[in-house]
């Protein structure tokens, strides 16, 4: 529990209703009264966003929503905000998922319907870097190795 709490301290958070905007490199997201069951019939909006040229990678650590078809009841929806793909709808009672963004941002809706509560859910988030820009790290080593490389040789 403490160190849910630190992990929490370091992302800045505002919380608007159960709607949160978390801006941080680390930080933790978790459905409304956790460890307490949720509300009925609640939307709650979580837009995490990281270091400007990372990802977002967020884990699954607690999931506890009612399951339906579809998670047609309650859901948990991770959102890939640049491109609005939907990455994953998740229900149920399965922990683990790993969701990456393919941009500094990512949201994370929580939907409950008017029957049946359950715990909710947690989720760890962490900034990772992208791609492009572990590429663009590789290209500036590459061309300052053969800088100092052909300074070496004195041609
Ligand atoms: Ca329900």
Same mark, same amino acid.
């Given at each position: 529990?403490?160190?849910?709490?630190?992990?929490?301290?370091?992302?800045?958070?505002?919380?608007?209703?159960?709607?949160?905007?978390? &801006? /941080?490199?680390? +930080?933790?997201?978790?459905?409304? !009264?956790?460890?307490?069951?949720?509300?009925?019939? &609640?939307?709650?909006?979580?837009?995490?966003?990281?270091?400007? !040229?990372?990802?977002?990678?967020?884990?699954?650590?607690?999931?506890?929503?009612?399951?339906?078809?579809?998670? !047609?009841?309650?859901?948990?929806?991770?959102?890939?905000?640049?491109?609005?793909?939907?990455?994953?709808?998740?229900? +149920?009672?399965?922990? /683990?998922?790993?969701?990456?963004?393919?941009?500094?941002?990512?949201?994370?809706?929580?939907?409950?319907?008017?029957?049946?509560?359950?715990? +909710?859910?947690?989720?760890?988030?962490?900034?990772?870097?992208?791609?492009?820009?572990?590429?663009?790290?590789?290209?500036?080593?590459? &061309?300052?190795?053969?800088?100092?490389?052909? !300074? +070496?040789?004195?041609?």
């Amino acid at each position: 529990m403490l160190l849910i709490f630190s992990i929490f301290v370091t992302a800045l958070t505002s919380v608007k209703g159960c709607d949160q905007v978390l &801006i /941080g490199d680390n +930080g933790t997201i978790s459905s409304p !009264g956790w460890p307490m069951r949720y509300p009925l019939n &609640i939307e709650c909006t979580y837009d995490i966003i990281v270091s400007e !040229g990372n990802r977002v990678r967020i884990e699954f650590v607690n999931m506890s929503v009612e399951t339906s078809s579809g998670c !047609g009841y309650d859901s948990v929806k991770i959102y890939d905000t640049n491109t609005s793909n939907v990455l994953d709808t998740l229900c +149920g009672y399965t922990t /683990g998922q790993v969701y990456h963004s393919s941009a500094n941002f990512m949201t994370v809706v929580f939907n409950s319907d008017d029957v049946q509560d359950d715990y +909710g859910f947690v989720a760890v988030f962490s900034s990772e870097e992208s791609r492009s820009k572990a590429l663009l790290q590789l290209i500036n080593i590459t &061309i300052l190795g053969q800088s100092d490389f052909l !300074g +070496g040789r004195k041609i």
